[in-house]
């Protein structure tokens, strides 16, 4: 047994194949509390009634996370504590880029902020620079000594953090998520899942969560229960988002949860607004294997000019209709692809988006953050339709202009009617533009 696999984690096992000697710093933990009534998983800390979770011979079992394995009544967790016997070199960043005045600034507030362990929220507009805000931050606890994990919702998310990490700083990265096949090695740094917290225990000094009000962490009582088990109990933990919701605004109300806050990209230019077309029962059309004709103008005008974009609908079960219809439509010269969350190509395809194979995806939100795709534009088909949440309407619009050498680009939506959603995210972007403005304001000043 290799102990230092376990250190800062909680891995199970059997209690019928607990080892007799185990090394000193491995302690064996309960997986599950049995009460009369109910039973608790020590792992994701769900209670489940005991006719529910009933085993024969009456022995229990966890049915809320039973894709990280079972947890039953029949194991055990081996566990060592972290012990941070790192050795990080004194040059720890190798990333010499530039933050702007703004970014510096709030970049010192996370810094100081996470040096003394707090928690807090970073909230900065879609492409205001975060993962770059926080190198300084990063780099502080590693040569510290201290242990850091970086968590995201979305494995698309991870995926793209893991090179640039790898590139900024100098000590050997774990990637996890459910879809590797590389088995899991101790490091002082850590990118994962969200999901993946669950295997952790205490291990983390410094934890930071990006995408926070994403979908499956957002109100997932598993996922923030495995982030604060995560985090030892004097650990920093930073919160990361571009649309915080109200669950996070009451966090921040109480003083549970410090905050800072950037509305400004990290080039000085404003969010692309959204402009909309209204085309009144579209999904009649659809079934037709027809699109609304503005849609269709504005499609050719970007395979006709080569200007690379992302397409939006509303459903999995749209994604092979609106194939078929723009197959009728397009060159075939244009390559583009289909992706959606269960797509077994879904990392490939995304991939390919990135080194320019496709001119566009289309998709569904699982790309509604997270992923950059420099210089596109968005649209969105059915905007209106309930999937789409003001947050995330707002998050679609975020994956345009995001690049200095094209800061601005087209964000449009057809929609049979304007919903709140809608509304909502026209607003929230034009009230962001107007504290942007008046920072820029402020720095012409200075």
């Excluded at 302690?27 to 009634?49: F, N």
């Excluded at 605004?249 to 400004?264: A, Q």
Aim: hydrophobic share 40%.
């Amino acid at each position: 047994m290799d102990s230092k696999l376990l250190l800062g984690r909680r891995e199970l096992v059997a209690a019928c194949h607990l080892l007799d000697n185990l090394p000193n710093k491995v302690h064996i933990l309960p997986a599950m509390d049995v009460t009369k009534t109910k039973v608790r998983c020590l792992r994701c800390q769900q209670e489940t009634s005991l006719t529910k979770a009933a085993l024969p011979n009456g022995e229990f079992y966890c049915p809320h996370c039973l894709n990280l394995g079972r947890v039953s009544t029949l194991t055990k967790f081996y566990h060592a504590e972290e012990s941070n016997q790192f050795c990080p070199p004194s040059d720890v960043l190798a990333w010499h880029g530039q933050l702007s005045y703004l970014q510096s600034r709030v970049a010192a507030e996370v810094q100081q902020s996470m040096a003394r362990h707090e928690h807090r929220l970073l909230w900065a507009v879609t492409g205001a620079g975060k993962t770059e805000m926080i190198f300084p931050t990063v780099a502080q606890a590693l040569k510290q000594k201290e242990r850091v994990g970086i968590a995201s919702p979305r494995v698309d998310v991870c995926l793209e953090l893991y090179p640039r990490f790898s590139q900024a700083f100098r000590v050997p990265i774990a990637l996890l998520h459910g879809r590797s096949h590389e088995p899991y090695s101790y490091r002082q740094l850590t990118i994962c899942t969200t999901h993946q917290l669950l295997r952790f225990y205490h291990a983390f000094d410094l934890l930071i969560v990006d995408e926070v009000d994403a979908f499956p962490y957002a109100s997932n009582q598993v996922l923030l229960s495995a982030t604060q088990q995560a985090l030892k109990v004097d650990g920093g933990l930073l919160m990361m988002t571009a649309t915080p919701g109200t669950t996070l605004f009451n966090e921040v109300k109480s003083g549970r949860l410090k905050i800072s806050y950037l509305p400004l990209r990290y080039h000085g230019h404003l969010l692309p607004e959204i402009h909309c077309h209204l085309c009144w029962q579209w999904r009649n059309q659809f079934k037709r294997g027809q699109l609304p004709s503005t849609l269709i103008l504005w499609l050719k005008k970007h395979w006709q000019v080569h200007q690379r974009f992302l397409l939006f609908v509303p459903r999995i079960s749209d994604l092979s209709k609106i194939r078929s219809i723009l197959n009728r439509l397009i060159p075939k010269d244009v390559a583009f692809a289909t992706v959606f969350s269960s797509d077994p190509d879904r990392l490939t395809k995304v991939q390919a988006m990135r080194n320019g194979r496709y001119l566009f995806l289309v998709t569904t939100t699982i790309l509604e953050r997270g992923v950059t795709f420099p210089g596109i534009d968005v649209a969105v088909l059915g905007a209106d339709e309930p999937v789409f949440s003001s947050s995330s309407l707002v998050q679609i619009a975020g994956r345009v202009g995001r690049s200095a050498q094209r800061p601005t680009g087209l964000v449009d939506f057809w929609l049979n009617e304007y919903s709140n959603s809608v509304k909502r995210a026209q607003t929230e972007i034009k009230a962001m533009n107007v504290k942007g403005r008046h920072l820029n304001d402020e720095l012409s000043t200075m």
